[in-house]
């Protein structure tokens, strides 16, 4: 049996490759860049740790203990620290602390008396008809009021898309807001009878699942899968071609394989030149998918120079509050081992939709920045005591309203196109543990198409 193929190291990549390794499915894996990970790296300068990517993964598969048990790595995994559930948005130039009860709500100053008045009106509010597309803002200005979509959408829509709620299709991008509309036609409703439901099946919920790292950081899983794979990957080689004669895809140089798994980011498929027999196979209109820019600044401070305590997970900004970056999350409460004794260690993200020409600045530029919102938010004074900036230009896809189309291509072309499988980001949502889930069901069609087809 020839190999198969993966096009990508990321997580996505990864995961599907050691799935594969593990069902006994020889496999090549091509990654463009000297190093694989994609997104996923961390740096570790002395006692600080800095992650340029993503911070956490949020434990809502069962999937992901199963990787974290075969790579051996349970003894590592860090789950974040309790206070980690406070989260705060700012209002005012002041951190508040979003509510975690219900009487909390009531006391909340983060929500006018008015806007909480208007959430009661919620249940009494008709469902959008089952076939229409919403924007995510349309959505929730309709629900719960316009004050919810500045002060609780807008700036979670910024720290988890880096992109604006009037474009993100509520349907792509938060399925599950969509279906408590859909299924029980009301939010509110929706999220005590969910959560009942949940409780009698043993579910977790995306807002109760745990959040880890491990004491390296993230690094520590790509690098464990990388170790495992060893020899299976072949890095600093982009496949930018592939096609498929014979019922075998030929990647040129790179081989003749049985099936080739794409786990590229949009823009990237976007340019393959992909041909079945000699026909074209066009993949040029997922180049629309939008990708939002995103500076990771992080900075360390004395403890002593931050005036606020650092009790929570960090604090996001809504647009309306006219800050220079989009949140921050206070790594150093979050787990341990990222900053030295009577120190702190802050990662705040500037650009997004919201400002994408700010990660043009320059290092020193985004740091002053960032250092500005820091003071008048969280007062910290002092220079800081490391500070380290790494600019993703093209970060995370945008779900907008009209992503189905993309979804449809790649859906269409993996049924039709024998031995042509994609994964990832660009299809099967934005979050790690999306990818690995991708990565993980890739690898099972994949199996499968080879069971049948040998
Ligand atoms: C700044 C930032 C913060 C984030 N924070 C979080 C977080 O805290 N929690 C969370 O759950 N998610 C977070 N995410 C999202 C998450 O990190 C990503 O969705 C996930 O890592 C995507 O993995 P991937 O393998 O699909 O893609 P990528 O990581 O983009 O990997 C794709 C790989 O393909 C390679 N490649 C490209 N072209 C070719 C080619 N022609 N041939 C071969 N290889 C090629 C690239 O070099 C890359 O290594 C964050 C993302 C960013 C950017």
């Known amino acids: 049996m020839k190999p198969v193929a993966i096009i990508g190291g990321g997580i996505t990549g990864l995961t599907a490759a050691f799935k594969l390794k593990q069902l006994g499915i020889p496999t090549t894996l091509f990654e463009a860049a000297d190093r694989v990970g994609g997104?996923?790296?961390?740096?570790r300068d002395g006692e600080f740790l800095a992650e340029c990517g993503p911070n956490t993964i949020l434990e809502t598969s069962p999937l992901i203990g199963d990787l974290i048990r075969d790579l051996g790595l349970e003894d590592r995994r860090i789950y974040s620290s309790e206070q980690a559930e406070n989260r705060y948005i700012v209002r005012g130039n002041r951190p508040v602390k979003l509510p975690g009860s219900l009487l909390e709500f009531l006391f909340t100053p983060l929500f006018s008396c008015r806007?909480?008045?208007?959430?009661?009106?919620?249940?009494?509010?008709?469902?959008?008809?089952?076939?229409?597309?919403?924007?995510l803002a349309k959505f929730v200005r309709r629900r719960i009021g316009r004050e919810f979509l500045d002060y609780a959408i807008n700036p979670f829509?910024?720290?988890?898309?880096?992109?604006?709620p009037e474009n993100l299709s509520v349907r792509e991008a938060f399925p599950a807001l969509h279906a408590l509309e859909q299924r029980y036609g009301s939010l509110i409703l929706g999220q005590i009878l969910g959560a009942w439901e949940r409780k009698r099946k043993g579910g977790?919920?995306?807002?109760?699942?745990?959040?880890?790292?491990?004491?390296?950081?993230?690094?520590?899983?790509?690098?464990a899968l990388r170790h495992r794979l060893k020899d299976q990957i072949r890095t600093g080689q982009a496949i930018n071609k592939a096609d498929r004669q014979n019922n075998s895809w030929s990647l040129g140089q790179a081989g003749d394989y049985s099936t080739v798994l794409f786990a590229l980011p949009a823009f990237r498929l976007a340019e393959l030149q992909l041909t079945c027999g000699s026909k074209p196979i066009d993949l040029s209109m997922l180049a629309d998918i939008q990708y939002a820019p995103v500076a990771s600044v992080v900075l360390g401070f004395h403890r002593g120079d931050v005036a606020h305590p650092l009790d929570g997970f960090g604090a996001l900004?809504?647009?309306v509050e006219q800050l220079n970056s989009l949140g921050t999350i206070f790594s150093s409460s979050l787990f341990p081992g990222r900053a030295?004794?009577?120190?702190?260690?802050l990662t705040s993200y500037v650009g997004g939709l919201r400002a994408p020409h700010l990660v043009t600045k320059t290092p020193d530029e985004l740091c002053n920045l960032v250092r500005e919102d820091l003071k008048r938010v969280l007062g910290v004074s002092g220079e800081p005591t490391y500070r380290h900036v790494f600019v993703h230009r093209r970060a995370i896809p945008q779900y907008d309203v009209g992503f189905g189309r993309f979804k449809t291509l790649m859906n269409k072309l993996e049924q039709n196109v024998?031995?042509?499988?994609?994964?990832?980001?660009?299809?099967?949502?934005?979050?790690?543990?999306?990818?690995?889930?991708?990565?993980?069901?890739?690898?099972?069609?994949?199996?499968?198409?080879?069971?049948?087809?040998?």
């Open 204 to 223: 977790v919920s995306k807002k109760d699942a745990p959040k880890f790292s491990f004491d390296q950081g993230l690094q520590t899983l790509t690098d």
């Open 340 to 345: 030295p004794l009577g120190q702190v260690l």
């Open 317 to 319: 900004n809504p647009e």
């Open 157 to 164: 829509v910024a720290g988890v898309y880096s992109g604006s």
């Open 115 to 135: 806007a909480k008045a208007r959430l009661l009106m919620e249940p009494f509010i008709r469902r959008a008809p089952a076939d229409e597309e919403e924007s």
């Open 39 to 43: 997104v996923i790296q961390t740096i």
């Open 418 to 454: 024998g031995g042509l499988f994609f994964a990832g980001h660009s299809r099967d949502g934005i979050s790690l543990v999306d990818s690995i889930v991708s990565g993980h069901e890739a690898a099972n069609r994949i199996a499968d198409h080879l069971n049948q087809t040998t």
